[in-house]
């Protein structure tokens, strides 16, 4: 079957560091993607990987390994505003269908 | 402006009374789906469609409809609401290309009674 595994809740502080891990079980792999979600609003899109690496994007970066069907975003520099819900996503088979896993609540407190 | 529009935002309905929930994009994206939301279970995908007049069925389709008769409109109509269809609805929108992630509409927050 599907799996998306990552960890529900996770807590950090102002200007710190946090990496959020997802694991995946799929029957294709076409590529990941990480959403933010505060609450109430729509999720919007952070980062793709297709590739096994690391992408950097400003303040926000995620990891792949297909190998290992892992990836993990890293946050850096927390801040207040940072505090949301974020989705690992893999896009598995025809189109750009996406099978979502539950999703980690980030607390950012100072 | 780019965006994936949905209406309404929220809505209040009895059980039994058909309903449509309208979603419009002005992309001229391809691919369109619709999700529902729940706690603890996180977005799971109800119908997807790859183009005009290509519908699909998603993880949880029962008690669903949808249509796809122009590129920018896909509506989600249900037919007979029941309670446990009251969820938070989240239109969808992207290139057909894999690496281009999806636009979201705002929700449509559902509770039928």
């Known amino acids: 079957g599907q799996n998306i595994d990552q960890p529900t809740e996770m807590t950090a502080t102002e200007g710190a560091i946090v990496q959020i891990n997802c694991t995946y079980q799929?029957?294709?792999?076409?590529?990941l993607f990480w959403y933010q979600q505060h609450a109430g609003e729509a999720p919007t899109f952070l980062s793709y990987?297709?590739?096994?690496g690391l992408e950097e994007k400003g303040r926000f970066s995620s990891f792949l390994s297909r190998s290992k069907g892992y990836s993990y975003l890293l946050l850096k520099e927390l801040q207040m505003k940072d505090s949301a819900s974020y989705l690992c996503?893999?896009?598995?088979?025809?189109?750009?269908?996406?099978?979502f896993g539950k999703g980690t609540t980030l607390s950012v407190s100072s | 402006e780019a965006q994936v529009t949905q209406n309404p935002r929220y809505l209040i309905t009895v059980t039994g009374k058909k309903l449509t929930v309208t979603c419009s994009q002005n992309m001229n994206h391809e691919y369109m789906s619709w999700y529902r939301q729940d706690p603890g279970l996180g977005l799971r995908q109800i119908y997807y469609?790859?183009?005009?007049?290509?519908?699909d069925k998603g993880d949880v389709p029962e008690g669903y409809k949808v249509s796809r008769k122009e590129k920018r409109n896909f509506p989600l109509i249900l037919e007979s609401p029941s309670p446990n269809q009251t969820s938070l609805y989240f239109c969808a929108s992207s290139e057909t290309a894999a690496n281009y992630g999806y636009t979201f509409g705002s929700g449509t927050r559902l509770t039928v009674v």
């Open positions: 990987n297709v590739l096994d």
């Open positions: 996503a893999v896009s598995h088979g025809a189109g750009t269908a996406l099978i």
């Open positions: 799929t029957s294709g792999f076409n590529g």
């Open positions: 469609s790859m183009n005009v007049e290509v519908t």
